[in-house]
């Protein structure tokens, strides 16, 4: 998996983000488990690091909030 940071564009139903990545492309993300374990909230203009799963690059995980 590799990480990326971006920025969250717009929150989507059943707790999945839109996020524009630094190098321009558009991915569709949810939050990784110990985040949401920890109450972490992810609003619209926040930069997040995240990993793009290695056979859909269309798709991430958030695992960290910056």
Known sequence: ???VVGVVTETLPSALYKVRLDEGSLVTAHIADRMDR???RIL???RV?????PSDVGRGRIVEKL
């Open 1 to 3: 998996m590799s990480a």
């Open 38 to 40: 920890n109450f972490v």
């Open 44 to 46: 619209v203009g926040d």
């Open 49 to 53: 690091r995240l990993e793009l799963s």
